[in-house]
């Protein structure tokens, strides 16, 4: 195991035949599958029987999966368990066939698999399985000239589309949708196999497939040996405990799938591993959200790899943009940098912000996408036809795939900490992460970029957010601004938290610890000893706010959460948020209409930073509007009272909301 059913055609067909002394009483075949990415892409079949279609109609997808879309949903990795029939006593034969591809996909993996008999019992004993070891395996074509001959055709080779678009000859080489010299196929362990069969997806021969996997083999010469996660199938950056004491080299390769939890309050073990408690989540600590498991799967590298290069999808527009001239120096983009030649000569002190600019040499890259990248015929943001999707979503991908290039040739992962002190004088950098305040990985939502939910490239509003809310939650793992932020980088806080929501309402699946650990890390971040003059850097109510941990109570995110652990975070948040938000002077923030008001902010609205104006009364229209936080604490503080959150802390709430705003009468909320 895995079994790779892979082919550069249609029809492949991968067997595996098994001794199962009681296979007559099995009534199901379960299995764990990596990149089942539509309906009837594999197919099953017992012992000569009737091939079953894989598909959503004909199997029981599992657990989150399958709120999350199953077969081609949001999850990249998905269990399901396929009624059979036709298994014997005795020796059995279970074919797994690539049916046909999409004019992405090459086929699909299959990690695990047993059959089953009417009770759920697995049939086929755990030792009748092998997971295949990358440390054993060998360089298809070990000599000099072979493994040469694999590396310029990694850099130069003509590659057609797909095999159902033979005819489209690409612009882009293997180089430029990977990394440049192959790393991530060497660091994820892609098998020699797969290697060959995206190659001849792509037009090329056996051979020439053989002596690119021999190119990428030899890689080892260069780079550590990867780690026991480093797996296609495992979600890069996926979080779970011992990852920081394990080498920065493997953290990319996450914690493995196994990491993710089917439910989202395992998570509380790990974030109050002595029982819930306010010390655990002190506003001015920093927690390591890099090593608490979470119940949400993050995209696999495939995922990450662009299907549809920027130069294919634009042509000379891309070629000679100064988002690829910034990037290595190609075109005739007017940069006057790349990011290569200045890591390259500038070494480990511009790394580490002791010489240049690293940090505007990133935001000016970041920006030659994010505001000054308009290709012609890209659409028309909000409705942009799915080939336009595909379009603009590669190139924000490509972008992504070559600042972890970067990240891992130029070893930023562990320079950037020292950078943000260095550049930034960041309070609370991290032990390992990314740099910069552009938002490299936020930005890769489909929500930021405006797709249009109802006519999404991902096939269903649900698998949409699934998106949105990995790249939301891989930014804070990466970088989420080591107490530094800027406004709304490089971490937009609220934006995500509604995110948050939007999974939730369209999937029906309530994540209140995972939104919590969002919430919590955001408030940290801004408790940074900047505090509340100016609310653009420090202590901010908009994207510290109780309210989004609240966030409904029973009839919102904690709905199927026991009462008693709903209080209790709650509770221990809210108490944290008021000793944070009392520690300063009321005259000191900056508030609507007085001479330190925020630029920009001259209504009472929902996104203020700042406090809005003295005699402000909630559920007034302010700017056409009472969306704002004095009108929703209003009409939250007596649900909270309802489901019994900590009375003296809510009443501090309502004492201190009445110091903000006397003309509010606050103070009749309170609670005896």
Known sequence: MPLEVMSASSGKIISATLSVPNGASAKVLTMQVNNLS??????????????????????????????????????????????????????????????????????????????QDGSGQNLIPASAFTQDDPTQWTTPLPGASDISAGQTLWQSATLIDSPINAGQQLKAHCMDCHSASGSDLFKFNFSNNSIVVRSEYHGLTQNQGLQIASYIRSLANRYPTPGPNCRPWNPPYQPGPGLDSAPVSDWTCGAGINAVSENDLDTLAAIFPGGINKAAIATKGQINIREIPIGFQLPDWNHWVPHIHPKDAWGDYFTNSNLNKLYAGEGTGNGTYNMKTQLATGGTPYAQGKTGDIFNDLYYWGVALGENFAPPNAGVSGSYTIPQQENLYGTVQWQLV???????????????????????????????????????????????????????????????????????????LLNPGSGAHNVHLPTDWQYAYGLLNNLYQSSGRPEPIRNFLYVLKGAQEMDNGVGVTNVDRGWTIRDSSPLDVWNGGQSGVWKGTSLATEQAIVGAFLSNWMDTTTSFDINTWQREGQPNAVPGETTCYWSMRSLCAINYVHGTLSGGTVENFPTWTWNQIPLMQGEGIDKVQVNRLATWLNIAYPSGNYLSLLQN
């Open 402 to 476: 070559k600042s972890w290039e970067l990240a891992q040739d130029y070893s930023l992962e562990v320079n950037c900490p020292a950078a943000w002190v260095n550049e930034e004088q960041a309070p609370k950098a991290e032990a390992r992460g990314w740099c910069g305040y552009w938002r490299f990985i936020f930005n890769a939502s489909p929500q930021i970029q405006n797709f249009p939910v109802a006519n999404s490239m991902f096939g269903s509003p649900v698998a949409h957010y699934v998106k949105a809310n990995q790249w939301y939650y891989l930014q804070i």
């Open 38 to 115: 539509y309906d009837a892409k594999g197919s099953i079949q017992i012992n000569g029987g009737n091939w079953i279609d894989l598909t959503n109609a004909n199997v029981t997808v599992l657990g989150n999966a399958k709120l999350y879309g199953g077969i081609g949903g949001g999850y990249d990795t998905i269990s399901l368990n396929v009624p059979v029939s036709g298994a014997v006593n005795g020796s059995n034969v279970v074919n797994f066939r690539f049916n046909t591809t999409d004019g992405v996909s090459s086929g699909y993996r299959v990690l695990s698999f047993n059959l």
